[in-house]
């Protein structure tokens, strides 16, 4: 069972700047979506959703890392403390929506992991980024990382599914669970490639003019 730690008593004054670059990194993903509907193009983002790592799974993080779980020891070495999960309609809008941050100026990308070409053993698909944003507090500028997770909605159903068992222990039949889990994720990596096709042919027939080709 997870140690309930309150989530201020563990990251004191860091906690500031935690919600702070998430509420940045909201901020930028709400312009993408007003200039896409703008623009009168589709907006790639259905939704997001940000945490806070829970002060157990970071005191778990620290301990496997060698170091004395306190908030003073996150810095360079955990860098997922805050965290954004961008869920995006097709698997192109996930390239679409990281190309759109990573091309902004005072976004740095320290680190890419691309579990959509690259799946986990376990048939995880997703695309992390490690950024760092400047978040002002006051006069002051603090470099913040954060983690952003950008997957599909049936990549995110899959987590989900996923997740319920990932931690827990003597599970009866957690082999076959999980190899129909990876099953799963190789026929929902299929299936969106098919969309993928079917609304570039749907948008082919609506960009044909009435009469072209008569
Ligand atoms: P929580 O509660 O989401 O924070 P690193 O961060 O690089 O030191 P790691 O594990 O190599 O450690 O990072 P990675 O692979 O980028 O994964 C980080 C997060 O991705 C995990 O966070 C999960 O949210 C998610 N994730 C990674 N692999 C899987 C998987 O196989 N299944 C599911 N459902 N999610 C996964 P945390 O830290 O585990 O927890």
């Not at 470099?143 to 222990?169: C, G, N």
């Amino acid at each position: 069972m997870e140690e309930t730690v309150d989530i201020r008593g563990f990251y004191g004054e860091s906690q500031l700047l935690y919600d702070s670059v998430l509420i940045e990194i909201v901020s930028r993903l709400n312009i993408i979506k007003k200039f896409k509907t703008l623009n009168n193009e589709r907006d790639p983002i259905e939704n997001v959703k940000t945490r806070i790592k829970s002060p157990a799974s970071m005191v778990e993080k620290l301990r496997s890392k060698g170091l004395v779980p306190m908030a003073e020891n996150i810095p360079g070495n955990v860098m997922d403390a805050a965290g954004a999960r961008v869920i995006c309609t097709y698997v192109d809008d996930v390239y679409e929506v990281a190309k759109i941050l990573s091309a902004q100026q005072d976004i740095k990308v320290l680190e890419v992991k691309d579990y959509i070409k690259n799946p986990k053993p376990s048939g995880y698909r997703s695309y992390h980024m490690i950024v760092e944003l400047p978040i002002y507090i006051g006069e002051e500028c603090h470099r913040v990382p954060a983690e952003i997770q950008i997957r599909t909605l049936s990549m995110d159903f899959w987590a989900s599914l996923e997740h319920q068992i990932r931690y827990k222990h003597d599970v009866p039949n957690q082999h076959i669970i999980a190899s129909e889990l990876r099953r799963c994720a190789d026929e929902v990596a299929s299936v969106e490639m098919n969309f993928l096709t079917i609304r570039d042919m749907i948008n082919e027939i609506k960009n044909e003019k009435p009469n072209g080709g008569n």
